[in-house]
């Protein structure tokens, strides 16, 4: 029973992504944004590293998963670069694997704010492995039996304008919809779909110790229902050590509810974020996501430079 349920997934999944190539899913957004919008890429002071693994839909068999590990610096004054690297198996049969290679460049806006721009290089392996799948209609022209994988080239961009508590981002994927090239019915829809993503976030002090950081994520494509993710934590700081322990509740709609914690010590980070599925999915009502961040600092470039994830302000 849960071959075909899987079968039936992944031909749900083929045909959705053939015709809108969906990015990869994160729960923790807020942190190493970077993964979200490459104009982000060189505006800490630090070289910051990144990994994260994801498990949706936990506890049925082959539900999707995501790892990538990233990191950005600045290079220069106001230029910044970084790299992304992720393997996405989307559940069933179909599974991406791809780089992002990303160039910024940052403006002192005529009060205390900064402008970035970030352009970005993607080139993805998309693959569909149909030889396991048991399936209703073997005829079925959009399944060749066989293991298909493609591989192409496209780009992203993205605008930041932040400041010492806040920042505002748009990022957008997939700029030329690469053909996939993968068999299918029509083949005009067999291509990757542009992805927008609106960002945002706010920090409020309530003291020295403690803040408040509220965020929110819109995510649209051409073709799919707009998603909406919204998400706020508490951080307290150790006043003598500097470390920092946060939690945070977030919502997104129509889909889940989240909750995540997390610590900063000694320039290393980590968060656990965990899904409660509130839709009607019948595969699995949870999910885990774990992130580690490493924070190198730029002492070329990060004195005194003004930067969106300053540590005193968002925990990586």
């Known amino acids: 029973m849960k071959r075909i349920i899987i079968a039936i997934t992944a031909l749900f999944f083929f045909s959705a992504t053939a015709e809108a190539q969906q990015r990869f899913r994160r729960t923790s ?33 082959g539900s999707p998963t995501t790892m990538l590990i990233s990191g950005h610096t600045a290079v220069a004054e106001s230029v910044g670069a970084g790299l992304l690297i992720y393997k996405d198996d989307m559940g069933g049969a179909i599974s991406q694997t791809g780089f992002e290679l990303t160039g910024s460049y940052q403006i002192k806006l005529p009060n205390t704010d900064w402008f970035s721009f970030g352009l970005c290089l993607q080139g993805t392996q998309f693959g569909f492995d149909g030889r396991d799948l048991n399936v209703w209609d073997q005829d079925d022209p959009a399944l060749s039996g066989g293991l298909e994988t493609t591989f192409g080239f496209d780009a992203s961009a993205g605008m930041l304008v932040y400041g010492e508590d806040y920042s505002m981002g748009i990022a957008v994927s997939n700029l030329f919809e690469d053909k996939l090239g993968l068999t299918a019915v029509d083949s005009s829809d067999n291509r990757s779909i542009r992805h927008y993503r609106l960002t945002g976030s706010y920090i409020y002090d309530i003291t020295r110790e403690i803040a408040v950081q509220s965020s929110g994520m819109i995510r649209l494509t051409e073709v799919t229902p707009v998603q909406i993710d919204v998400y706020a934590r508490g951080i307290y ?10 939690g945070g509740l977030g919502y997104r709609h129509g889909d889940a509810i989240n909750v995540s914690f997390g610590m900063l010590y000694a320039n290393v980070g980590i968060g656990y974020s965990y899904d409660f599925t509130t839709s009607g999915n019948q595969l699995g009502r949870h999910s885990h996501e774990v992130n580690l961040t490493y924070l190198l600092p730029n002492r070329r470039y990060g004195k005194g430079y003004r930067k ?7 925990v990586k």
């Open 29 to 61: 957004f807020p942190i190493n944004t970077f993964v979200v919008n490459p104009a982000v890429a060189g505006t800490e002071s630090y070289t910051v590293f990144g990994t994260s693994f994801r498990d949706q839909w936990s506890g049925f068999e």
């Open 308 to 314: 969106v994830l300053d540590r005193n302000r968002l």
């Open 237 to 246: 700081t150790h006043r003598r050590s500097g470390s920092k322990y946060w």
